[in-house]
Nanobody, 129 residues
Framework: QLRLVESGGGSVQAGNSLRLSCTASTASGSSTHRYAIGWYRQSPGKEREPVAVIDSRDGFTAYADSVRGRFTISRDNARNAVYLQMNALKTEDTAVYYC???????????????????WGQGTQVTVSS
């Protein structure tokens, strides 16, 4: 069974940075490299929205308009991890951030919505003014 674990959330002031990490594993061991990995977030009273995604094959990425230029998704298969570097954080970035896994070729939000195969438990990011 696929298990996704996020880490790196916390509370920061606006303008600062955080880096989230996601690792995927199964009973066979580390599996992050086998999946495209995306990040969703959900704020209170709002629908869950995709933030970024990176495929497993070519490093293709996609970003929500609200984070493009501030957030960077990357992967380090040697460390079995995908990262979401979040810079210039805004109060509206406050949310629970979820790591999701999808087939390795997924690199768009449309495909991500249709192909997600696993979710992490979420990590809270709080940005104060």
């Amino acid at each position: 069974q696929l298990r996704l674990v996020e880490s790196g959330g916390g509370s920061v002031q606006a303008g600062n940075s955080l880096r989230l990490s996601c690792t995927a594993s199964t009973a066979s061991g580390s599996s992050t490299h086998r999946y495209a990995i995306g990040w969703y977030r959900q704020s209170p009273g709002k629908e869950r929205e995709p933030v970024a995604v990176i495929d497993s094959r070519d490093g293709f990425t996609a970003y929500a308009d609200s984070v493009r230029g501030r957030f960077t998704i990357s992967r380090d298969n040697a460390r079995n991890a995908v990262y979401l570097q979040m810079n210039a954080l805004k109060t509206e970035d406050t949310a629970v951030y979820y790591c999701v896994a999808a087939p390795p070729w997924v690199s768009t939000f449309l495909a991500l919505r249709q192909e997600v195969v696993g979710w992490g438990q979420g990590t809270q990011v709080t940005v104060s003014s």
